[in-house]
T-cell receptor, first 114, second 112 residues
Framework: AQSVAQPEDQVNVAEGNPLTVKCTYSVSGNPYLFWYVQYPNRGLQFLLKYITGDNLVKGSYGFEAEFNKSQTSFHLKKPSALVSDSALYFCAVRDPSGTYKYIFGTGTRLKVLA | NAGVTQTPKFRILKIGQSMTLQCTQDMNHNYMYWYRQDPGMGLKLIYYSVGAGITDKGEVPNGYNVSRSTTEDFPLRLELAAPSQTSVYFC???????????FGPGTRLTVT
């Protein structure tokens, strides 16, 4: 069965410092992986995805993520955090050999401190 | 494009009442989804559809029904509301070859 784990409920980082939000997954085949961001009282917004190809993918607002097949991880990163990056971040996975369902992690709240 | 729109934004229901949450997308997306978001639980898939006339259950379908008569619309029906259905409901859509999902703004439902 597919699953996604986001081991940290909250990550605090100082403005200007690099940030990492962790995600690990479990699927039977090669995964499609996604990161979404949710601001208060809003729907989720797509940040970036890994489908195939280069393990380092770049997305919106300066975010990037690295697909690591051996560690089954897809951590979200940004070199320099902004206060406006404070939000709830979700990792999601889909097994392309299976159904069209997506499985979401429980979310990580990022707090960037001025 | 308006993207994915949902109505209503908020609703309070009494136990046993029924309602339909509306979802419309204008991007000609093939796939549509309904999720519920409970605090600390992430998103749970209720139902999804891969095209008009085709629907399938997700992780938590009990107490809900859906239909997909057109590509654009994917309404979610609650027949007998229960307090356990208090949640925020999100509709999403995906283009088959793009894979990322586009989400609506959500409907906050309270059942008392």
């Amino acid at each position: 069965a597919q699953s996604v784990a986001q081991p940290e409920d909250q990550v605090n980082v100082a403005e200007g410092n690099p940030l990492t939000v962790k995600c690990t997954y479990s699927v039977s085949g090669n995964p499609y992986l996604f990161w979404y961001v949710q601001y208060p009282n809003r729907g989720l917004q797509f940040l970036l995805k890994y489908i195939t190809g280069d393990n380092l993918v770049k997305g919106s607002y300066g975010f990037e993520a690295e697909f690591n097949k051996s560690q089954t991880s897809f951590h979200l990163k940004k070199p320099s955090a902004l206060v406006s990056d404070s939000a709830l971040y979700f990792c999601a996975v889909r097994d392309p050999s299976g159904t069209y369902k997506y499985i979401f992690g429980t979310g990580t709240r990022l707090k960037v401190l001025a | 494009n308006a993207g994915v729109t949902q109505t209503p934004k908020f609703r309070i229901l009494k136990i046993g009442q029924s309602m339909t949450l509306q979802c419309t997308q204008d991007m000609n997306h093939n796939y549509m989804y309904w999720y519920r978001q409970d605090p600390g639980m992430g998103l749970k898939l209720i139902y999804y559809s891969v095209g008009a006339g085709i629907t399938d259950k997700g992780e938590v379908p009990n107490g809900y029904n859906v239909s997909r008569s057109t590509t654009e619309d994917f309404p979610l029906r609650l027949e007998l509301a229960a307090p356990s259905q208090t949640s925020v409901y999100f509709c999403a859509s995906t283009l088959r070859d793009a894979h990322e999902q586009y989400f609506g703004p959500g409907t906050r439902l309270t059942v008392t």
